[in-house]
């Protein structure tokens, strides 16, 4: 706990200015919803900070679920994934989990939802993916190709 308010003391003030959207993504989600897809972040920022982020690019209404960390109980992203699925009705079958980190890939096989790697991120490169035979995308509109 100390140090995730550690953490919360510095992101309050300055981190959240950090914060940058990745080229593409709100195209990306246009088009899913465009598709008529759900669109859920499972996201271990805390849930606040999260939905503040998304309002302040003026993307949180495009967002039909978004579950993030908990300051009062622990969460992990296999519950915030299943709290996602919960909120928009989906199924294992019917999710599609779009993830840069390890925590996010086994999380997604922990969840039974296919996942994909953005390599773009900051976890997952290239050759992870190659080596565990997982999916990938370089940009975020290289998703609309695997649908």
Do not use: W
């Amino acid at each position: 706990m100390e140090a995730i308010h550690r953490y919360i003391k510095f992101y309050i003030p300055d981190g959240i200015s950090m914060a940058e959207i990745f080229p593409g993504i709100e195209e990306l989600i246009d088009e899913l919803k465009n598709r008529g897809y759900s669109i859920g972040l499972a996201t271990m920022m805390e849930e606040g900070y999260a939905k503040q982020t998304l309002n302040d690019y003026g993307l949180l209404g495009k967002f039909d679920s978004v579950k993030g960390a908990s300051l009062k109980i622990a969460l992990s992203k296999y519950d915030l994934i299943k709290d996602c699925m919960r909120e928009v009705g989906a199924s294992p079958q019917e999710t599609i989990m779009i993830g840069d980190g390890e925590d996010d890939h086994n999380s997604a096989v922990k969840a039974d939802v296919r996942f994909v790697a953005a390599i773009y991120g900051y976890g997952i490169d290239r050759q992870y993916c190659i080596d565990k035979n997982i999916e990938f995308i370089e940009k975020p509109l290289d998703l609309l190709n695997l649908l």
